[in-house]
T-cell receptor
Framework: DTEVTQTPKHLVMGMTNKKSLKCEQH?????MYWYKQKAKKPPELMFV???????INESVPSRFSPECPNSSLLNLHLHALQPEDSALYLC??????????????FGNGTRLTVT | DAKTTQPPSMDCAEGRAANLPCNHS???????VYWYRQIHSQGPQYIIH???NNETNEMASLIITEDRKSSTLILPHATLRDTAVYYC?????????????FGKGTHLIIQP
């Protein structure tokens, strides 16, 4: 069990669909993250939110649209994805201050398959 | 750019101590060493972190050399459930959120 909850656990979508991934944490963390992980590869950072504002976008294509409606929730809106976007999408959270001493806590991810 | 170097894979017998090395020869004074592990199909799990001193918690011990250019994660009594990919990550301190940059990690296999 983790303190970061991601839904759904699995998602299959067509290339013309619009879907959203959701992430929730109740640890009072003010930094939240989206990562993408392809099979047999390490996680790759996509986005960082700090106090509900987007602070880092790692040149992610616009078909991925993040949203942080409040300090506990993080969404990733998906539109017009390609089969190569199939991956495990991981959410994480941490304290925003004193980041050296603030571990990231990860959810167990959403396994996305684009058909 | 990879800031850490780890062996791609290691074996360890069940019940023995697993010692996982990590080289971070270019580490700066304000950078912390973090260890995570990822069991198949789960999210990365935080294990331990440190700056200069050795650290111990209920999961593991972290030994950092005096010059801070390398470290060792020690799982004192490995079990089959410790089979996972272990990531050693260097992270700069300070304020603000920055994420973690994962390298390829070490695939630790615990043998019965």
């Amino acid at each position: 069990d983790t303190e970061v909850t991601q839904t759904p656990k699995h998602l299959v979508m067509g290339m013309t669909n619009k879907k959203s991934l959701k992430c929730e944490q109740h640890m009072g963390h003010r930094a939240m993250y989206w990562y993408k992980q392809k099979a047999k590869k390490p996680p790759e950072l996509m986005f960082v939110y700090s106090y509900e504002k987007l602070s880092i976008n790692e040149s992610v294509p616009s078909r991925f649209s993040p949203e942080c409606p409040n300090s506990s929730l993080l969404n990733l809106h998906l539109h017009a994805l390609q089969p190569e976007d199939s991956a495990l999408y991981l959410c994480a959270s941490s304290q925003e201050w004193n980041r050296g001493n603030s571990p990231l806590h990860f959810g167990n991810g959403t396994r996305l398959t684009v058909t | 750019d990879a800031k850490t170097t780890q062996p791609p894979s290691m074996d360890c017998a069940e019940g023995r101590a697993a010692n996982l090395p990590c080289n971070h020869s270019t580490i700066s004074g304000n950078e912390y060493v973090y260890w995570y592990r990822q069991i198949h199909s789960q999210g990365p799990q935080y294990i331990i972190h440190g700056l200069k001193n050795n650290e111990t918690n209920e999961m593991a011990s972290l030994i950092i050399t005096e010059d801070r250019k390398s470290s060792t994660l020690i799982l004192p009594h490995a079990t089959l459930r410790d089979t996972a990919v272990y990531y050693c990550i260097v992270r700069v301190g300070g304020g603000g959120a920055d994420g973690l940059t994962f390298g390829k990690g070490t695939h630790l296999i615990i043998q019965p």
